[in-house]
């Protein structure tokens, strides 16, 4: 029998889910429907329906918002469950990086979005006075990002410098994890400096690279940092969908034909 908490027991799960990640058809499905609310009946049919669990017809981008990211929340958590106690840290840490953009936003002052006040760690840090709030950050489970607070741009190095830091041991003795971690650091990199309209090609150009390495790690650790980037990328590419006929029920085309 295969350990719950073991390694091998990971690999038996990610390959799971990974096998039941929505097809290039499921997503051709997706993105070729025009209104919301028939986007939202081809999800709950697709390989993508627990991803949708809390979401109705009516439901506004703010609700789409909080939704996505309690569902990123909870693929990191089970993630964590699944793997040997000394790598779940590292893994837990993971479920912060959404919120990085709107931690830059603050930093740079700007205004407080209504959508902020629904985040447990975000709603601390808002409801703290400007001058107050890296103090407020280092009361949270993103403590560790506090001290980068005066200098916005550095915010993602202090993410990734506190997610090798809990990992048990050097990111160098893993050649795997090593390869894995610069695949997604260049990728944040090119994002921030790619022309508007190239999202999408990187994004799919990510999931390319990383997707044999589910293979390549197979009962390594790395294999669940590929699942969450992976999980990750079909987050991101759901919420947009949903957010895009939401926001713009006017222009809602499909995309073959936006293009």
């Known amino acids: 029998m295969i350990e719950c908490g073991s390694l091998e027991y990971a690999q038996a799960r990610l ?5 039941a990640r929505a097809d290039d058809v499921a997503w051709q499905r997706l993105e070729t429907t025009r209104e919301y609310g028939a986007l939202l009946d081809a999800a709950r049919s697709s390989p993508l329906r627990a991803w949708v669990v809390g979401l109705t017809p009516r439901s506004s981008a703010r609700e789409i918002e909080a939704v996505m990211l309690g569902h990123w929340r909870a693929v990191v958590d089970e993630t964590a469950g699944w793997m040997p106690l000394a790598w779940q ?7 912060l ?3 990085l953009p709107a931690l830059q936003h603050l930093v740079r002052g700007g205004p407080v979005r209504p959508w902020m ?10 409801a703290a006075a400007p001058a107050a709030r890296a103090a407020a950050l280092g009361g949270t489970a993103a403590a ?3 001290p980068a607070w005066p200098a916005p741009q550095t915010l993602g190095t202090a993410w990734w410098r506190e997610w090798e830091s809990l990992l048990p041991r050097p990111l160098q003795a893993d050649d795997s994890l090593r390869t894995v971690a610069a695949l997604l650091q260049a990728h944040g990199s090119n994002f921030a400096t790619a022309p508007a309209g190239s999202g999408t090609l990187l994004r799919r150009a990510l999931q390319d690279r990383l997707t044999p390495w589910l293979r390549r790690a197979a009962a390594k650790p790395a294999a669940a940092f590929v699942h969450l980037a992976l999980c990750a990328l079909d987050l991101e590419r759901l919420r947009g969908e949903l957010l895009r006929r939401v926001l713009f029920p006017a222009t809602s085309a499909p995309m073959a034909e936006a293009a």
Request: overall charge neutral; some cysteine.
């Open 15 to 19: 390959q799971a889910r990974h096998g």
């Open 89 to 95: 840290p590292a893994i837990t840490w993971c479920a």
């Open 97 to 99: 990086a959404p919120l």
């Open 117 to 126: 006040h629904d985040d447990a760690l975000l709603r601390v840090v808002c």
């Open 144 to 146: 560790a990002l506090a």
